[in-house]
């Protein structure tokens, strides 16, 4: 068995109050299939609602090597398959220089080789201890379908403290294909608490929802106190002021025109006060570099967050919101390892 890990909590990832966010993975774990080691492989003709077959173990789901391409025609699902477990030979390259020549491309056999009788697998996770920015708490699994790479996943979630998901990677193939042995559509299991909410899934397909799929397969229901004695709340833009420009000026010396503005929200339930409350905003139509990266992006081009003690009325409020911009941008340079490229046009001595 071999074991390695890496540390998430770096670059893009970083989040500083997390104190342990690492993926781990042990390979070349033997699988448990005790009767095959006994008795020997079972094959069987297996195979999707597509027309695909080939063969399997009907005991451990372990497949053959190559696993085959059957004749959708000939070999029904289930069917037990009596032939040889012996793939045929490829083509040497000598004889299929001499096809080429003649125009001729050699023929691919469909046949299934042998049902390994050492099999491994890998079991692999993701564990976070900390304080995290997905607040849930929750505990789930997953039964993969006939093509998934993680055939078992569970995950446990609890909030501030941390998280921990687990997978394997061909164990529970004999599980997986008792529970869930046609289709493309993973199924879950679970229960998870969010933002006053509980929510629950039972056996529901992973990747997909419909409205005649019945509610005791998926839902959510609101457990929060206040919410059953005052109502929900909900949130409501009352006003806002108009977009006025501003200069951000960041430590390295670079500037930016933005424009910013002010919103005012409120919080209200059926029954009870409402709560007011000021959200700043800042765009920039060139963008403000934070990182340096291929294909993400290097630039952020507009934020809005809660900002208290400043109102329409407070003396100069766009360069404060100016100066607020800065320090983010400052903060997610530190968080990226933003370097800077060197300033183009420089006076030569």
């Known amino acids: 068995m071999r074991f390695r890990s890496i540390a998430r909590n770096r670059g893009d990832d970083r989040q500083p109050a997390l ?37 399997v173990c009907d005991r451990c789901g372990i497949r053959a090597n190559p696993q085959g391409n059957l004749d959708p025609e000939q070999w029904n699902i289930g069917q037990p398959y009596t032939e040889p477990l ?20 050699p023929s691919h056999s469909g046949n299934p080789g042998p049902i390994p ?31 998934s790479e993680q055939v078992m996943a569970a995950s446990l979630r609890l909030g501030p403290l941390g998280s921990l998901y687990l997978h394997t990677e061909d164990h529970g193939r004999r599980i997986q294909r008792r529970l869930n042995p046609t289709g493309y559509q993973s199924r ?27 509610k005791w397969m998926q839902g959510s229901i ?18 806002e002021t108009e977009k006025v420009p501003a200069v951000v000026r960041m430590p390295e010396g670079d500037t930016y025109d933005v424009t910013v503005h002010l ?3 409120e919080t209200r339930r059926t029954r009870g006060r409402a709560r007011v409350y000021w959200l700043a905003q800042w765009d920039c139509a060139k963008g403000i570099p934070v990182r340096n990266h291929d294909w993400k992006g290097d630039e952020t081009f507009s934020c809005s967050w809660q900002i208290q003690g ?3 009325d407070t003396p100069r409020w766009p360069l404060i919101l100016a100066a607020k911009a800065a320090e983010q941008c400052s903060r997610d340079r530190a968080r990226y390892d933003y370097t800077a490229p060197e300033a183009a046009g420089k006076a030569s001595p």
């Open 19 to 55: 104190l342990v966010s690492r993926t781990f993975w042990v390979s070349d774990v033997p699988r448990l299939i005790p009767l095959c080691r006994l008795l020997g492989h079972k094959p069987v003709v297996d195979g999707t609602d597509t027309p695909r077959r080939w063969v």
């Open 86 to 105: 012996t793939p045929t030979q490829p083509v040497s390259s000598t004889v299929r220089d001499q096809l080429a020549r003649r125009g001729l491309k």
């Open 117 to 147: 009788t050492q099999p491994v697998g890998t079991v692999g996770g993701e564990i976070h201890i900390g304080k995290s920015k997905w607040r849930t708490v929750g505990i789930d699994f997953k039964v993969g379908n006939c093509g």
């Open 188 to 214: 879950e299991t679970g229960l998870s608490y969010y933002h006053g909410r509980l929510s629950w899934k039972v056996w529901a397909k992973r990747d997909e929802r419909r409205k005649a799929d019945p």
């Open 222 to 239: 609101p457990i929060d106190p206040r919410d059953l004695l005052l109502g929900p709340a909900k949130n409501r833009q009352v006003s």
């Open 263 to 265: 919103e005012k929200w």
């Open 310 to 312: 400043v109102t329409p």
